[in-house]
């Protein structure tokens, strides 16, 4: 039999966690703020991510995505798989 267990599994993000508080790092204060994993579980691919509505890229295989935040604030972090299928958490990035 085929491992299908991905398949199976719902499209969720899993990191960061949805009313997560996460702080943008900086190699300096000039600097702009490092970039942010986005993770995924289950769903199909390809996997295209969005935050808030806009498009920051598209994953084949891999669930999981980096994304660069400009500033401090609340975003929507949204991802939708090959099927449609999307999950979507709201952060707060801080100083």
């Known amino acids: 039999?085929?491992?299908?267990?991905?398949?199976?599994?719902?499209?969720?993000?899993?990191?960061?966690?949805?009313?997560?508080?996460?702080?943008?790092?900086?190699?300096?204060?000039?600097?702009?703020?490092?970039?942010i994993a986005i993770k995924t579980n289950g769903g199909n691919g390809p996997y295209r991510f969005l935050v808030d509505g806009l498009p920051i890229g598209e994953a084949d295989f891999r669930n999981a995505a980096f994304w660069?935040?400009?500033?401090?604030?609340?975003?929507?972090?949204?991802?939708?798989?090959?099927?449609?299928?999307t999950d979507s958490v709201v952060v707060r990035l801080q100083q």
């Open 1 to 35: 039999t085929r491992n299908v267990a991905s398949a199976e599994q719902p499209l969720k993000i899993i990191f960061p966690l949805n009313g997560a508080q996460l702080a943008l790092e900086r190699t300096s204060p000039a600097e702009a703020p490092q970039p």
């Open 68 to 85: 660069q935040p400009q500033g401090p604030g609340f975003v929507r972090l949204t991802v939708i798989d090959a099927s449609g299928t």
